[in-house]
């Protein structure tokens, strides 16, 4: 399939529009903990991210909100220092949006709970 690229707008305290990857592998949005702290808000918690290559980091807790082909909504994003962006199943479902695995792009379904 390739690799699926969406842009994005992500906004909080502040805002950020670029092009991230989307992992279908990936639970939770990730962005860098330098971006994270100067675009969201940031929360109390911290959760222990297991990476793709199997490592562990501490990653903290924000929120705040994504848009992704005209659709928005809250969306929990986990950071560390020097992650990679990448956009999880948790955002795309969030917004009502999926992966076409035969066409490697992203479409709308039938979920709206969270749409705003």
Known sequence: MGHVIVKAIIRG???YIGE?????????TVLPLEL????????PYTVELKLGDG?????????GEIEIENRRG?????????AQPVIGVDTLET???KVDPTTGKI?????YMLYI
Do not use: C, N, Q, W
């Not at 490592?55 to 929120?63: D, H, N, S």
């Open 55 to 63: 490592r562990k980091v501490k990653a903290k807790v924000f929120i």
């Open 20 to 28: 991230l990857l989307v992992d279908t592998g990936a639970s939770f």
């Open 95 to 97: 917004l009502g949006l």
């Open 13 to 15: 305290k502040g805002e």
């Open 36 to 43: 994270a702290e100067r675009i969201l808000h940031k929360t």
């Open 74 to 82: 809250p969306v929990r994003i986990l950071a560390f220092p020097k």
């Open 107 to 111: 479409e709308k379904t039938e979920y």
